[in-house]
């Protein structure tokens, strides 16, 4: 088995050579999932637009919350590497595909049952109902692999490879690039062509992931379904906190979206596009819990718990590093980042000076939320990520949801205090997480 250790030698260098390939697979992500969007705007009207936004939404929601479930793995598989555990390593990726399965197969008939109903939740508009149910329901019934496709990914992560898993990531933007022109353009199969183009892609990285795994850590090839009824627990253990947490992170971000579109449609373009930008942003932080996460789990298990300790500081260091780089960059050209995404329209200007007040608040996240971000992965190392559930809940009930709601009531000209809501709530979680951070040295 061909596993990086990240028990030895150089902590930065390690990091590094985890964390970059893992943040271009992010990036690549990205740009592969707008693609869709962009290629049905190419040949389809506004119902076939709105259909792929709100599908794609729900579906980037229900991607997280598996990608944190399979952190649970991600973590088991890592404690075993650090140990040098062979046998536990095989054990803990047969139970990982065997829960993961049963899981895929339950997501599958819910979702598919309750196509309609979800429809009515989201309020899509008529003249779309029945693109997006289209869409929804090819994308429901791919979810087997959409969700293999996060396993495999937890699986490599676990052994310190993010290299592979960037290859066929690479290599399933480009199939689903030509497969949503044939699909949507030729063949005018509108956001159901988007959607089965967003499935075959995946299953097709699936494959490709399974081929690298049996080729480069043959040891760790999934031998049958049979799980381990304690690594099971263990799975479930630390994924299930942090799969509840990515959900109710997506609800409030649904939640002050709602509010945003109360305030008018300038608000809730402004709102929406600094959203997705921050997004863009945040995925360098997301890459770093990652890599403290993997990296403190295979010290954990090998006993070197000063070394884990030193991930967690260098990895907070990047993320402040970071984003004081983009807080700086944010007030002087923050509405000319915004002016990139609105050009037509009598109120582009009312968008862009509101977007531009709400980034430059909002982009002190970027210094304060890669610290909380980064002992949540630390926690998640220690099968404490019930730690990073709380900090998050607490966060997004004290001052998150209710910081953007009084702002909306008492500052309905201005877009700046909105902004410092998340800040707020990201100050919060990081004293919380020092708190825990210190208990948890104390009891040792």
Request: proline share 3%.
């Amino acid at each position: 088995m061909q596993s990086d250790n990240f028990t030895q030698g150089s902590i930065v260098r390690g990091m590094l050579r985890f964390s970059v390939p893992y943040l271009i697979t992010c990036f690549l992500q990205t740009f592969y999932g707008m693609g869709d969007l962009f290629i049905v705007g190419q040949f389809n009207e506004a119902a076939s637009i709105t259909a792929v936004s709100v599908g794609s939404q729900l579906m980037h929601m229900l991607t997280v919350v598996i990608a944190g479930f399979a952190m649970g793995s991600t973590v088991l598989i890592g404690r075993s590497v650090g140990a040098g555990n062979r046998k536990g390593i095989s054990a803990a990726v047969s139970t990982t595909f065997a829960v993961f399965a049963a899981l895929a197969a339950v997501l599958t008939l819910v979702l598919l049952a309750c196509t309609d109903p979800i429809i009515g939740v989201l309020q899509v508009p008529a003249e779309a109902v029945q693109e997006a149910a289209a869409y929804m329901r090819i994308c429901f019934a791919g979810v087997i692999f959409i969700t293999a496709y996060n396993v495999v990914s937890a699986v490599f992560r676990g052994l310190g490879d993010t290299r592979r898993p960037m290859y066929y990531v690479a290599a399933a933007g480009v199939i689903n690039v030509g497969l949503d022109w044939l699909l949507v353009g030729p063949l005018g199969m509108g956001a159901g062509g988007a959607a089965a183009a967003t499935v075959a892609s995946q299953g097709i990285s699936v494959l490709l992931g399974m081929i690298a795994l049996k080729k480069y850590h043959s040891d760790a090839f999934p031998r049958s379904l049979r799980p381990d009824g304690e690594d099971a627990g263990y799975i479930l253990g630390i994924g299930l906190p942090i799969a509840l947490q990515e959900g109710l992170i997506q609800v409030s971000f649904l939640v002050i979206t709602m509010i945003a579109n109360s305030r008018g449609v300038e608000v809730a373009a402004a709102v929406g596009i600094v959203e997705k930008v921050i997004s863009f942003l945040f995925l360098v932080p997301s890459a770093m819990l990652s890599t403290v996460s993997a990296l403190c789990a295979q010290n954990a298990g090998a006993g070197r718990h000063d070394r884990s300790r030193q991930v967690l500081r260098i990895g907070c260091m990047i993320c402040a590093g970071f984003g004081a780089v983009i807080f700086a960059l944010c007030q002087p050209l923050a509405p000319w980042i915004v002016s990139l995404f609105v050009k037509n329209g009598n109120n582009v200007e009312t968008v862009v000076r509101l977007g531009g007040q709400y980034l430059r608040t909002y982009s002190v996240d970027c210094m304060i939320a890669g610290i909380h971000f980064c002992f949540s992965g630390f926690f998640s190392a220690y099968g404490r990520s019930v730690y990073s559930f709380l900090h998050n809940i607490i966060s997004i009930i004290t001052f998150r949801i209710p910081g953007a709601w009084i702002a909306a009531v008492y500052f309905p000209a201005t877009l700046y205090p909105m902004g410092l809501a998340a800040p707020m709530g990201s100050l919060l979680s990081v004293l919380i997480c020092l708190f825990l951070y210190r208990r948890m040295k104390l009891k040792g």
